[in-house]
């Protein structure tokens, strides 16, 4: 089906079916992007919807032409149209990922997304070049309403929600025996996501490994080459964590073979071809533990939390370290009891942790506490030493 003709279905739908968009209202938060429906040219399901969450392109899919005025409209709420199109495909206008405003156009078959970018004060000359008659990001236009929202917003919504989950591009899998997905984590964005596979054998025969993926608009892309543990019974990637920005990883390898050989690494993004190392291995103490059973990481990637749940005469024990630039280092070195389990939360303590993204609260599991009732302790960061 034509892309225009695509197009004016929709239009036409939206002005014939106003009570199926006010069914499912969508405030269009900062959406300088309005739905759009275009055609893939594929087989099976011809139509996309795209629209702006947050500033983040998201989109559905729907199967059909009779979809377009119930599935994609409930998912897209109530957003207006927008009217830019030529004999070339539809163009579009948002924001991008760089904080300026992306222009895109779906030119055909023959041609992928054509994208450029644009300070806002420049769309409605240096844009409207290559996007034709596209509106300018006027973001006074385009304030939040105070409807009800269909999707997640920072404004709570009471109302019962249609939002749909709609897959992101295709499955992630892992090879046989590999426990690929055993441990997974996503940036703040979501445009960057960690999978542990710590079974992994293809590397140094059950060491483990760890992948990175980002979001580059049409699937998930592998971000350099893959992580692998150092030997055999690493069990590298059983626990794993990720930055707000997706450019710090934590990589917990608790050698659930030996159990005497357990560290943990952080790993940063050098920007054009690899993860490097960010410090030292960290190492718990003990010859018995399973130092990097569960991990977790602030925002910044600079402070983490470490639980050793197998350690202190299988009691259990929590590290908090920061960065200083050079190696990692405690946080409150002579507060070591605090974080150290006691016999009722024999070999648990620390079996699950997490931590506040400033890195200031921290919460720690014990679920073996007092006869396998369970307990959950949070601590702040006072800042006293």
């Known amino acids: 089906m034509n892309v225009k003709l695509t197009y004016a279905i929709f239009i036409a739908l939206t002005c014939l079916a106003p009570d199926v968009f006010a069914a499912a209202a969508h405030p269009c938060i900062d959406s300088p992007l309005k739905i759009l429906l ?3 040219g594929g087989s099976g ?4 919807c795209h629209w702006m ?3 983040k392109h998201v989109q559905a899919w729907c199967s059909n032409t009779a979809e377009i005025a119930s599935h994609c409209p409930k998912v897209c709420g109530k957003c207006p149209s927008h009217g830019c199109s030529n004999s070339q495909g539809t163009f579009m206008i948002g924001k991008g990922g760089n904080k300026e405003t992306t222009c895109s156009s779906l030119l055909g078959s023959s041609d992928k997304n054509k994208k450029k970018n644009c300070k806002k004060s420049a769309v409605a000359s240096t844009c409207r070049a ?3 008659l596209c509106d300018s990001d006027d973001t ?5 309403s105070t409807e009800l929202s269909a999707v997640p917003s920072a404004v709570p919504s009471f109302g019962p929600s249609s939002f749909m989950w709609s897959q992101l591009y295709g499955d992630l899998d892992g090879e046989s025996n590999d426990r690929f997905g055993s441990a997974c984590a996503i940036s703040a964005d979501g445009s960057r996501l960690i999978v542990g596979a710590y079974g992994q054998t293809d ?3 059950g060491a483990g490994q760890v992948i990175v993926y980002s979001d580059n608009g049409e699937n998930w892309e592998q971000i ?3 992580l692998n543990g150092d030997s055999s019974v690493d069990s590298f990637g059983y626990a794993v964590g990720i930055s707000e920005d997706g450019k710090w990883i934590i990589v917990g390898i608790p050698d659930m073979s030996t159990w005497s050989n357990s560290k943990v690494k952080v790993f940063a993004d050098n920007g054009s071809s690899a993860w490097v190392q960010a410090g030292q291995d960290l190492i718990g103490s003990g010859s018995v533990r399973a130092f990097g059973w569960s991990v977790g990481m602030s925002s910044t990637g600079s402070r983490v939390i470490i639980g050793d749940p197998y350690s202190n005469s299988l009691t259990g024990r929590v590290y908090v370290l920061d960065f200083n630039g050079s190696v990692w280092e405690d946080v409150h070195h002579d507060q070591t009891d605090l974080l150290t389990g006691t016999k009722w939360e024999y070999g648990v303590f620390g079996k699950a942790v997490g931590i506040s993204a400033n890195g200031m609260h921290i919460i720690i599991g014990i679920p073996n506490n007092n006869n396998m009732r369970g307990q959950t302790k949070v601590f702040k960061d006072t800042g006293s030493s």
């Open 130 to 132: 290559t996007c034709e």
């Open 53 to 55: 969450r947050n500033s």
């Open 140 to 144: 006074e236009s385009n304030q939040p």
């Open 45 to 48: 399901i011809p139509f996309k």
């Open 38 to 40: 275009k055609t893939t």
């Open 203 to 205: 590397a140094r025969g």
């Open 224 to 226: 350099y080459a893959p």
